[in-house]
């Protein structure tokens, strides 16, 4: 399950990169068109270059920046692997799905912890009664 939750954070992680190259792609061509359409009278040449300017930052500043912090996120997870948060996530789902049963798991992980708490006592009580005798 774990493994589930960790394989969906990937693919969303992925799907994200898709969306940042196909905005970057689509933000690139624009550029391309812009810069060709260079206008001829001096007097909108500063405009132009404006324009030309702010797409260019908003490529290189903002959809850039995030495709690069995806990627980087994207590969640091999938180093890691399904650690223990995504254990807890698969704990939280199962929840979700089955809240009975899984009360009913965490009643015997009680009732398991405590034999083994009483037979650690009883454990130690019997050697301080050996060490006494």
């Not at 807890?88 to 965490?106: G, M, R, S, V, W």
Request: hydrophobic share 30%; proline share 2%; aromatic share 8%.
């Amino acid at each position: 399950m774990a493994q589930e939750v960790f394989e969906n954070d990937l693919r969303e992680i992925l799907e994200k990169i898709q969306e940042c190259k196909e905005l970057s792609s689509k933000l690139l061509t624009k550029i391309e068109v812009h810069k060709q359409n260079k206008p001829l009278n001096p007097f909108k040449i500063g405009t132009w270059k404006k324009e030309l300017s702010e797409m260019v930052n908003l490529h290189n500043n903002n959809i850039k920046v995030k495709w690069e912090n995806l990627l980087l996120e994207y590969k640091s997870k999938e180093n890691l692997g399904a650690n223990y948060t995504y254990y807890e996530k698969a704990h939280t789902q199962l929840f979700k799905q089955n809240p009975d049963e899984y009360k009913k798991i965490q009643e015997f992980q009680k009732e398991i912890a405590e034999n083994e708490r009483q037979e650690s006592i009883n454990k130690a009580a019997s050697r301080q009664n050996n060490k006494e005798r």
